[in-house]
């Protein structure tokens, strides 16, 4: 009986050891991706800021590429969590709409690094390139909980295309908002200079959707 309490608690310490080593290598793989292109980035580069082999490193993950997954389909599941962070479901789809833009906001301030890592062009090319078949599940699942919000506001008539342009163009502006906000603007900055411009961005897209 000792013996084998002995054997379950070495085992839950192992288990735990390894969930730091990998948190500690996911926080040192979002530091870095944040401060530069994901595709220039090594996995030395990783494994030195962590302060592990290379060998560890492949005992958590294939490779590189299955870390940025990893890293992308957590920020998803955080902003998703701050899209649906409300005490009451807005009257109106403009307050909706609202409450969107400042999901974002708050993430982009809280979460900066995720954010970084989520908004790096990837999504945005793949927007303006109109090839949404193509784009990764967590984005995917991004775009459609924007839709899911707005969804209830609108008639079930209105083609869910326009719905998911909407959500579109959303991601658009939080990414061009953000991204140049970031350079030289503190938060208090941010958030007075967006006020103006997510007004002017909501009633716009009420009247792209007919309201």
Not at 162 to 171: P, T, Y
Request: net charge neutral.
């Amino acid at each position: 009986m000792v013996a084998g309490a002995t054997k379950q608690n070495k085992k839950s310490r192992t288990q735990k050891r390894a969930k730091r080593t990998r948190r500690r290598l996911k926080k040192a793989a979002l530091d870095i991706f944040s401060e530069k292109p994901v595709d220039s980035v090594t996995v030395e580069e990783i494994t030195e800021k962590a302060d592990v082999g290379k060998g560890t490193l492949y005992r958590h993950f294939a490779d590189k590429d299955e870390i940025i997954v990893v890293l992308v389909d957590d920020a998803v599941d955080h902003l998703v969590e701050r899209i649906r962070d409300y005490s009451a479901r807005p009257d109106a789809l403009e307050d909706m709409l609202r409450h969107i833009l400042d999901a974002h906001y708050r993430f982009s301030v809280d979460s900066k690094e995720e954010f970084i890592l989520l908004f790096q062009g990837k999504l945005l090319a793949r927007l303006q390139a109109d090839t949404l078949e193509d784009i990764d599940e967590p984005y995917l699942r991004y775009l459609e909980e924007i839709e899911n919000q707005v969804s209830t506001y609108l008639s079930p008539s209105i083609d869910p295309m326009k719905i998911r342009r909407l959500a579109c163009a959303v991601a658009g502006f939080v990414f061009g908002f953000f991204s140049f906000a970031m350079i030289g603007m503190n938060a208090d900055e941010i958030e007075t200079s967006i006020k103006p411009l997510r007004w002017v961005f909501v009633r716009s897209l009420c009247e792209f959707l007919g309201r």
